[in-house]
């Protein structure tokens, strides 16, 4: 099934700091180059979780975290890895949930598109909106 990549964001805001995340084509791409993986077989993987032949949690988790960071960077582009490490502690529906704002007719991510995060908002941004700082 093809899903349709839309230009959405959601914020999140871990220890007072408002950071927006943003995954588009180029937080994608950013993703790929970094890690040299591609990024829609890393969500597919995502989407597996706790299926038998699944990938492993610990093969995942510094996938997830460059992940985060590649989409932090489209709107901060001094993010570091640490950041996206924070950001997952407080807030580990965040990758999630700025995938659902990016694939919004998708069944497992639109769910949580919005949801709120423990210790942070996860505002959904609309189509081609942007945070302001």
Do not use: Y
């Amino acid at each position: 099934m093809t899903k349709t990549l839309k230009t959405g964001a959601i914020n999140v805001t871990v220890d007072g700091t408002n950071w927006t995340l943003l995954c588009d084509f180029n937080a994608m791409i950013d993703f790929q180059e970094e890690t040299g993986q591609d990024a829609t077989e890393f969500l597919e993987k995502l989407e597996q979780r706790g299926a038998k032949d699944a990938p492993s949690m610990a093969t995942l988790m510094p996938l997830m975290r460059k992940f985060i960071w590649a989409c932090l960077v489209q709107s901060h582009p001094d993010a570091t890895l640490r950041d996206a490490g924070r950001i997952i502690s407080v807030a580990p529906n965040a990758l999630m949930n700025a995938v659902g704002a990016a694939f919004p007719d998708s069944e497992d991510t639109s769910k949580s598109e919005g949801a709120d995060q423990d210790g942070s908002t996860g505002d959904a941004l609309g189509e081609g909106e942007a945070a302001q700082e």
